[in-house]
C-alpha cells in the first residue's frame, strides 16, 4: 500500500507513481469511490485521473440554459452527505453540493485534472495495472501504475455528442447547437427555435428558452412520458419544522422517495396500462381538456421502459399553455434554408435549432484496454453482477441505474468494492477475476440490457458494445435497485465465481 515510482511503458512516457488504487474520473461516481475508499479503507493509497479541468463531471460540461437534475437529489444525493435544498437541483447546487464533499473529506488533493487515461494493460505476473495517461494541458505522456482500477468515467463521450445525419442539414442557413456543446453566450432572444428531441434534455431546456425566444418548438418523432410535480418535498418540509437533524430529514426521505419510486417500478409490471392512463391524465389536467394529449404525450413503450420525465413546478406545460412552447410529433424530412421539413409536408421556420438527440454511449472512457498482452473486447465478457467483468482481474466498474438515481448504485458498488477489499486481504489476495463456474457453463448469453425492461436510444443502438449477462446471478444486471439493495451486500465472495490470486 506505498507509493513507489513505476517503470516506464514507453520510451516516451514519465512514470508518474504506482497506487494502491487509481480512479478513473471525478464526476459524481468518482468523488463517492474516493470518499469510501478513505472511510472504509484508509490505509489503501488513491488517485483520481480526470480529463476535465474541475471535478463534477456531467454536471460541469454541461451549460445549456436550465440544466438541472430530473431526478430527486435526497436519492441522487449521496447516502452519507445531506440534501438540504429542493429536490430537483441546478447543475450549479450539484456542484456547490460536490465542492462541499471534496472540502469536508479532503478528497480535493487527491484528484489530477487534465489526465486522459488511454491505455490500460494489465499483467497477471506483476498483478497490477499500467496506465498511460495524457495530460491536456502539457501533451506530455505518464505511465501510473496501480493494483487495482475503479472505473468511475460515466456512461457517454463527454466531449462528442450524438447528432444523427438528416438530408439538407449544410443548406440551413440559421444555427445548428447541441446541448451537449452550447456555445457560451449563445443570443436567444427573440429567436424562433426549434429543439429535437422530447428526452429529459429537451424537457429541461424548452422552458428555459421559452422564457427569451420568440417561440420554441419542440419536436419529436414519438412521445415521452412527462409528468409535473411541485419542486418541494412536504415530508422534509414537515420533518425541518420539528428541528430535526439533516441527517434524519435525508434518511427519512430517502425512503419514502424510495418506497414510493419501487411502487412505481412494481406498477409499470404490473398495471402499465393503468399508469400509462394516470400519466396522460396529468398531462391532460396541465394542458386542458383540448389539447392533443394522446398524439404528443402518449408514447409507444410501456412507462418506465424510458426514463419518466419529472417536470418541476410543471414549466414545460405551463410555457405550452402561455403558448411560448408548442409540441410538433413528426418526422423530418429534410433541413431547408429556413427550418425544417416535415414528412407531413408542414415546414417549421427557425433561427436555430438545437438537437437533444442524446448520448455517444461510452462505458469504458474510450480507454483500450489490454490483458497479458491480448487487446480487450468487453462484449466478449460476462458482467459480473454488472460491476466486474470475467477475465478483467482487479477492476471495479460503476454503471448506475437508469430508473432510479445513478447515485444509489455509485453508494451501493462504492460499498461492495470496500468490502471485497477487506475479504482480500483477510485472504492475502492480491488478485481477484471474476471467471465463469462449472455450472456456468453453457449458460445463455444475454444483451447488456434486455429492450423489453428498458430501451432508451443510446443504449440500444449501442448494445453490441456492451458485456454480456445471463439468467442466474453472479451473471445478472437487472437494473433494479429494490432486489439488488438486498443481493449486493449479501453477495457471497466464496461461490466460486471470484478466482483469487
Ligand atoms: C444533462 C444530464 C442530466 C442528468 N440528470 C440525471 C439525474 O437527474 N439523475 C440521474 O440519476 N442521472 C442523471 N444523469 C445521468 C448522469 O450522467 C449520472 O447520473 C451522473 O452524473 C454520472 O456521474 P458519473 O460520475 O458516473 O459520470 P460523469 O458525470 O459522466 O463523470 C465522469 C467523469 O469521468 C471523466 N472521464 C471519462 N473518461 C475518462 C478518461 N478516459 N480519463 C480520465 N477521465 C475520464 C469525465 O471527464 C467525467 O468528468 C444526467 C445526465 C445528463 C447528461
Not at 438530408?167 to 453566450?185: N, S
Not at 409490471?269 to 389536467?285: T, Y
Not at 465478457?381 to 455509485?410: D, I, K, Q
Request: aromatic share 12%.
Amino acid at each position: 500500500m506505498t507509493t513507489t515510482v513505476a517503470h516506464s511503458a514507453s520510451p516516451a512516457a514519465q512514470a508518474a507513481g504506482h497506487f494502491d488504487v487509481l480512479i478513473v474520473g471525478a464526476g459524481i461516481s468518482g468523488i463517492d469511490a474516493a470518499y469510501y475508499l478513505q472511510r472504509e479503507c484508509p490505509g489503501r493509497t488513491f488517485t483520481l485521473l480526470e480529463t476535465q479541468t474541475d471535478f463534477g463531471g456531467t454536471w460541469r460540461t454541461h451549460k445549456y440554459p436550465g440544466i438541472r437534475s430530473d431526478s430527486d437529489l435526497y436519492t441522487f444525493g449521496y447516502k452519507w452527505k445531506p440534501w438540504t435544498g429542493a429536490p430537483i437541483a441546478s447543475a450549479e447546487q450539484i456542484l456547490k453540493y460536490l465542492n462541499e464533499v471534496l472540502d469536508d473529506h479532503d478528497i480535493r488533493r487527491h484528484i489530477r485534472y487534465q489526465h486522459e487515461v488511454r491505455d490500460a494493460v494489465w499483467s497477471s505476473q506483476d498483478k497490477r495495472w499500467t496506465l498511460t495517461v495524457r495530460r491536456r494541458d502539457t501533451g506530455q505522456v505518464l505511465t501510473f501504475t496501480c493494483d487495482f482500477l475503479w472505473m468511475c468515467q460515466g456512461y457517454y463521450r463527454h466531449e462528442k455528442p450524438y447528432t444523427p445525419e438528416w438530408t439538407g442539414m449544410k443548406r440551413f442557413t440559421g444555427k445548428i447547437v447541441h446541448p451537449q456543446a452550447w456555445p457560451e453566450g449563445l443570443d436567444y432572444r427573440g429567436k424562433r427555435v426549434i429543439v429535437i428531441g422530447s428526452g429529459a434534455t429537451a424537457a429541461t431546456i424548452v422552458p428555459a428558452l421559452g422564457k427569451d425566444a420568440a417561440h420554441v418548438t419542440m419536436l419529436q418523432r414519438s412521445p415521452t412520458f412527462f409528468f409535473a410535480r411541485p419542486n418541494r418535498n412536504d415530508l422534509a418540509d414537515s420533518l425541518r419544522e420539528l428541528d430535526l437533524p439533516e441527517e434524519w430529514v435525508h434518511e427519512i426521505v430517502r425512503r419514502r422517495i424510495l418506497l414510493d419510486g419501487q411502487r412505481l417500478t412494481e406498477r409499470s409490471f404490473n398495471d402499465p396500462e393503468g399508469l400509462r392512463k394516470d400519466l396522460i391524465d396529468g398531462a391532460r389536467a396541465q394542458l386542458g381538456d383540448d389539447y392533443d394529449v394522446d398524439k404528443h404525450f402518449n408514447p409507444r413503450y410501456r412507462p418506465w421502459q424510458q426514463r419518466l420525465a419529472l417536470i418541476p413546478d410543471g414549466d414545460m406545460f405551463k410555457a405550452i399553455r402561455e403558448g411560448k412552447a408548442s409540441v410538433v410529433t413528426d418526422q423530418i424530412d429534410t433541413f431547408t434554408e429556413k427550418g425544417i421539413l416535415l414528412k407531413s409536408g408542414e415546414e417549421l421556420e427557425a433561427d436555430i435549432i438545437v438537437t437533444a438527440t442524446g448520448f455517444d454511449l461510452a462505458p469504458l472512457g474510450d480507454i483500450r484496454f489490454t490483458i497479458d498482452g491480448k487487446p480487450l473486447n468487453f462484449a466478449d465478457c460476462w458482467a459480473w453482477r454488472g460491476l466486474m467483468f470475467s477475465g478483467v482481474p482487479n477492476m471495479a466498474w460503476v454503471f448506475g441505474y437508469f430508473r432510479s438515481s445513478w447515485t444509489l448504485r455509485a453508494d451501493m458498488i462504492a460499498e461492495f468494492v470496500c468490502r471485497l477489499f477487506k475479504h482480500m486481504d483477510e485472504r492475502g489476495a492480491k488478485m481477484v477475476v471474476p471467471q465463469p463456474r462449472q455450472q456456468d457453463e453453457g449458460m445463455p448469453a444475454l444483451p447488456f440490457i434486455t429492450p423489453d425492461n428498458f430501451n432508451p436510444g443510446y443504449i440500444t443502438r449501442n448494445i453490441a458494445i456492451m458485456p454480456r449477462q445471463s439468467d442466474r446471478q453472479p451473471w445478472i444486471f437487472n437494473q433494479d435497485f429494490y432486489t439488488e439493495r438486498n443481493e449486493m451486500p449479501a453477495a457471497d465472495l466464496e461461490d466460486g465465481s471470484l478466482r483469487y490470486g
